[in-house]
């Protein structure tokens, strides 16, 4: 899909273990971005092996560069 100015769509995906890590790796990237956001998804999901929980916290960035 393209912009109006003919830029094309692009999506960035993150996944870590805990929420402050995707935190800083959504944010270290957005410090990056020359482009436009367009939408950022987000998901948590949460599994158990034996008796410990393991979660996952994953987001999507959808944005133009």
């Known amino acids: 899909m393209y912009s109006v100015f003919g830029d094309y769509m692009k999506v ?6 805990h929420e402050s890590d995707l935190e ?3 944010n270290d990237f957005l410090k990056t971005l020359d482009g436009e ?3 950022i998804k987000y998901q948590v999901s949460v599994s158990v092996f034996s008796e410990e ?3 996952c916290f994953s987001a999507m960035i959808i ?3």
Do not use: H, L, R
């Not at 960035?12 to 273990?17: A, L, R, T």
């Open 63 to 65: 944005y133009f560069d």
């Open 37 to 39: 956001v367009i939408d």
């Open 53 to 55: 929980q393991i979660f």
């Open 12 to 17: 960035k995906i993150f996944d870590e273990g």
């Open 24 to 26: 800083k790796s959504v």
